[in-house]
């Protein structure tokens, strides 16, 4: 049997961090996804690289727009920022964290003002001859 993206334990942890569900709108629609779903999809695709649009149906986590959709809400809400910081919580608090062996860089942490201009290079090569033609 094939080991779960999204194990009991952890969505214990992580249910609980995620936004309240908001009514449907008086118009109707689709029926909404829900969270474990969506997140299973999210953890998918982030974890094989495959394309949005290529999430299996079979996984029934939806469309992998949808998941798309409630991974950029998510993140502009700040909820991705929560389950972060609780992962690292209960990982420090049983002793599995060694912060000794981390690893700061632009590609994660952004450069605002970048570094410093570096100085012109000063030319070194020889000077273009003169043309013989003109």
């Known amino acids: 049997m094939a080991r779960k993206l999204l194990p009991d334990d952890l969505?214990?942890?992580i249910e609980p961090l995620l936004p309240p569900v908001s009514p449907p709108g008086p118009n109707g629609g689709r029926p909404r996804l829900g969270d474990r779903q969506a997140l299973t999809g999210i953890l998918f695709v982030l974890k094989t690289g495959l394309p949005w649009e290529d999430l299996p149906a079979e996984m029934g986590c939806g469309c992998g727009m949808s998941c798309w959709r409630r991974l950029a809400a998510w993140q502009a809400d700040g909820t991705?920022?929560?389950?972060?910081?609780a992962l690292l919580e209960r990982l420090a608090g049983a002793g599995r964290l060694d912060w000794s062996k981390a690893v700061i860089d632009s590609s994660s942490v952004r450069a605002v003002f970048g570094g410093p201009?570096?100085?012109?290079t000063r030319r070194i090569g020889g000077r273009p001859a003169p043309s013989t033609t003109c």
């Open 11 to 13: 969505w214990a942890i």
């Open 80 to 85: 991705w920022d929560r389950i972060h910081a």
């Open 117 to 120: 201009i570096p100085a012109r």
